[in-house]
């Protein structure tokens, strides 16, 4: 940790990444990060090359500072909640320095701070600030909170215990705005993505006693409902609800005809051992990877299927 602080007062010009697509977790890390840096009386920029990022995400302090342009005065990059650098979206020659929760990270930075048993990148990133003295104000305790609530999914993902709450209380405590941070990331929707949710559940299959939910969303269904691709996921989410599900998983089909697979499960069922199997990652309940052009929705459909009902 001390090389790292040492490479970031070093540097002239710092640029945070939040990953292609981003989440809760992505952009509230990068915004407390971009909150220290401020504080630190640096240039800083934040990138993300994904245009279109969920409005759910627009209370998070500087989301309006996110660009999908590389400043060419770059010195030094600090990546968000990215288990690959593939998921960064653009390749420099700078350094880099990769904080992450995710289990199947690569390590692919020259510095790396990767903790597998953090319950978000959040808890990773709060873990660096308080080691190193970093005093947390609200803006970044807002922040930090809100990728908790996301990745905990509203504390009641099975890894929540009362090291999640202590960490959320000592955020609160810093002055996070927890009732911002639940209006946006828990009740806030939009009205594409109730459309599609209500395309989604009318088409949704259960398969081995109901204890898989199947999703399939084809490109033209996404359009004509309005709603964001990663508002797919909602549905996949709410599903796990059901009392029989244990495994729930989506097959989204993307404009070029590339498909992006998702899975979530409860209780003693590893995603992450699915989309490994894919060449993807992620966590013990919620994993993602992808299949290109050359594979149908059915075909793939049935390839995770069969090793679900393996592993089930």
């Known amino acids: ?55 759910n995400l627009s209370f998070i302090p500087w989301f309006e500072k996110i660009r999908n342009n590389f400043p060419s005065s770059a010195d030094l990059v600090i990546s968000l909640d990215c288990a690959h650098s593939k998921r960064l979206g653009i390749e420099f020659e700078v350094d880099l320095i990769n904080i992450d929760h995710h289990k199947s990270n690569t390590k692919f930075a020259k510095f790396n701070i990767v903790e597998s048993d953090a319950i978000s990148t959040t808890q990773v990133l709060f873990n660096f600030f308080n080691s190193n003295n970093i005093k947390i104000n609200k803006k970044m305790a807002t922040a930090l909170y809100a990728g908790l609530l996301d990745d905990s999914n509203g504390f009641m993902n099975d890894n929540v215990d009362g090291t999640t709450f202590a960490f959320a209380k000592e955020l609160i405590d810093n002055g996070a705005d927890y009732k911002i941070c639940n209006n946006f990331i828990i009740k806030n929707i939009s009205l ?95 994993a993602g990877f992808k299949f290109g052009n050359d594979i149908s929705l059915k075909d793939a459909k049935e390839k995770i299927l069969n090793l679900i009902k393996k592993e089930i």
Request: with cysteine.
């Open 192 to 286: 594409g993505a109730l459309r599609l949710k209500a395309i989604m559940f009318k088409n949704m299959m259960l398969e081995s006693e109901a204890k898989i939910a199947i999703f399939c969303v084809n490109r033209d269904e996404i359009k004509e409902s309005g709603a964001f691709d990663r508002e797919c996921e909602l549905a996949l989410e709410e599903s796990l609800n059901l009392p029989h599900v244990e495994v729930a998983m989506l097959i989204r089909e993307n404009n070029d005809f590339t498909l992006k697979a998702s899975i979530r499960s409860k209780k003693k069922f590893d995603s992450s051992k699915i989309a490994l199997a894919f060449g993807g990652g992620g966590h013990f309940f919620r």
């Open 1 to 55: 940790m001390s090389e790292i602080l040492k490479r970031i007062n070093s540097a002239n010009h710092v640029v945070v990444v939040s990953h292609i697509n981003p989440d809760a977790d992505s952009i509230s890390s990068a915004s407390a990060m971009y909150t220290y840096l401020l504080q630190k009386h640096k240039k800083v920029s934040w990138y993300c090359k994904s245009e279109n990022i969920s409005n």
